[in-house]
């Protein structure tokens, strides 16, 4: 070694400031695992002498390669190499004369273990998504080469498009080419973007797994349940049901299925004259009330609401229902299941209307045989009947053409509401405007009286600048609300309807203060609670159900 190279190798440590600290942390490493390993070769008497003798050594050279190599990243692997090598073959020569349980474990699956374990619990805690099986335990967020991280990624990047824009369903198709998913926000359907058929299968075999449903088939219709956090989301109940075909496979992931339905009567949207008239309906015995809508469009909610009106502990309140979204305190819930044949429904609603019962709600009409059970005794019980139609008149017309018999059917008949939902503007970011005189006449709301209305934005002002409303996800609108046409049938309207007059039957509900779908909604449109753009898309250009 030239005198030169010696200066050039100590110019490498006086112009650096890390370099002796890291040289200093190797030292110090070193002289530690030296030591521990100088008492245990006293303690299982070997060779103490050459050993350490032996590391000594190799610190020499290993310090001597760090020095002198002017390359510093060069010298300190070939001095750590040097160094720790011998400390290696020490441990290597004294598994060989120890005990089998004295061994040390070279293979380094413990730092393994101890990667792993680091790894996942930084996926834990990073995670947008965690997941609570069907046995109630969190499951462990998959990691490294789990074959269930990219369903996992998957799934998440779904449930968090989803969850955050108030998404009530969310459904799955799989073909041989593709998987195709749509989220269901407020009654509105946003296709996501498709995913390859393999990987969307993967999502739904993972999904079923922490549920606790059955792998084997994917045909076979299955239900199940679990949990998700979404972390700022919020955690959120999963109903899932799964079926298969020739065609392919399907997966629905309902979202908090019991909040869904579970609002009280004075918040589902009815007016307060509305509000009051259903209350002086459930204080009466007997009568049938029919509740119409077409599909999705909150049937389930409003008969749930309108069921938890009544006082269960003073009256016999019975429902008969396939799947119940939720258990009422008091209720004889009578549950079927979705396999359960009309005709096996209908023998049980025949033991249940021989017990008496003062009020009975039925989730759907099985088939024609159940309104010719229930006709009968709608003098003495009071009956709760969803039927989906596009109007209230439609809904009337089906009851009697299914008791088959017109004064029977409508000898009861005490009220008909039928109803749509709306989605209510998001109160974030909804925008006021003066609206057009012209267009308020047209729309038969006095100008005089309405000096603004609102209409969805989406955006919102920071700081001069427009951004994505954070309540609505740009979508201007945040949850829905009900708007309802409650007929009230007298004497005289019973008559009419058994005639099937229909013309004279709306002009005397109209007598009797009637207000129309149309007006209803308009009503919330003044409120600022929906906007003309949503009423015309929901409710088109009808004025009433006819």
Excluded at 102 to 127: M, V
Excluded at 416 to 438: E, G, I, M, N, W
Aim: aromatic content about 8%; hydrophobic content about 40%.
């Amino acid at each position: 070694m030239t005198p030169a190279t010696l200066a050039q190798a100590e110019t490498v440590f006086l112009l650096s400031w890390f370099k002796p600290i890291v040289v200093l942390a190797v030292l110090i490493g070193w002289a530690r695992m030296v030591s521990t390993f100088d008492k245990d070769l006293e303690y299982f008497h070997l060779p103490r002498m050459l050993w350490n003798g032996g590391h000594m050594l190799a610190a020499v050279a290993g310090f001597g390669a760090i020095f002198l190599i002017p390359i510093f990243f060069v010298g300190l692997p070939i001095g750590l190499l040097l160094m720790f090598g011998s400390l290696y073959a020490y441990a290597n020569f004294r598994n060989h004369r120890v005990p089998f349980d004295a061994r040390w474990d070279l293979s380094f699956n413990g730092l393994k273990e101890q990667i792993t374990a680091w790894q996942k619990d930084q996926a834990e805690k990073h995670a947008s998504l965690r997941i609570e099986g069907s046995d109630g335990e969190h499951l462990q967020v998959p990691v490294g080469n789990d074959p269930q991280v990219e369903s996992h990624a998957v799934l998440a990047e779904v449930l968090n498009f989803a969850i955050p824009r108030n998404a009530d369903r969310i459904e799955m198709t799989i073909d041989k080419e593709l998987g195709k998913v749509t989220a269901r926000v407020d009654g509105v359907l946003y296709p996501q973007p498709d995913i390859e058929s393999k990987k969307a299968m993967g999502v739904l075999e993972y999904v079923k797994g922490a549920a606790g449903m059955d792998l084997s088939s994917h045909r076979k219709r299955e239900q199940g349940r679990l949990g998700v956090d979404l972390g700022e989301f919020g955690t959120h109940r999963l109903a899932l049901e799964t079926a298969g075909s020739t065609r392919g496979v399907r997966m629905i992931m309902d979202v908090n299925p019991a909040k869904q339905t579970n609002i009280p009567l004075n918040q589902i949207g009815l007016t307060e004259t509305q509000h009051d008239q259903i209350l002086k309906l459930v204080s009466e015995p007997g009568g049938t009330v029919l509740i119409s809508a077409p599909p999705q469009q909150g049937l389930t909610t409003t008969l749930y609401s309108i069921l938890q009106a009544h006082d269960p502990y003073t009256s016999s309140v019975i429902t008969v229902e396939r799947q119940k979204p939720f258990e009422v305190e008091g209720v004889n819930h009578q549950e079927f299941g979705d396999e359960a044949s009309p005709d096996k429904i209908n023998e049980r609603l025949k033991v249940l209307l021989r017990s008496d019962p003062n009020v009975l709600m039925i989730s759907e009409v099985f088939d024609d045989s159940t309104p010719k059970l229930m006709a009968p005794l709608a003098e003495e019980c009071r009956f709760y009947v969803p039927m989906k139609a596009d109007s209230g008149f439609e809904a009337a017309k089906r009851w009697m053409r299914m008791v088959g018999d017109p004064k029977l059917a409508t000898a009861n008949i005490t009220a008909v509401l039928h109803q749509r939902l709306v989605r209510r503007l998001c109160s974030t970011c909804r925008t006021a405007y003066k609206p057009d005189p012209a267009a308020l006449k047209k729309l038969n709301i006095p100008a005089d009286k309405v000096d603004k209305l609102y209409q969805a934005s989406g955006q919102v002002e920071v700081k001069g600048k427009a951004r994505t409303c954070p309540a609505c996800m740009g979508i201007g609108y945040r949850g829905r609300i009900g708007v309802f046409e409650l007929m009230i049938y007298d004497d005289t309207a019973r008559s009419l309807l058994r005639q099937g007059d229909f013309d004279n039957l709306r002009t005397h509900l109209r007598k009797q203060k009637l207000q129309y779908l149309q007006e209803a909604a308009l009503a919330k449109v003044v409120s600022g609670e929906t906007d003309i753009k949503e009423i015309t898309r929901v409710l088109g250009g009808s004025k009433t159900a006819s």
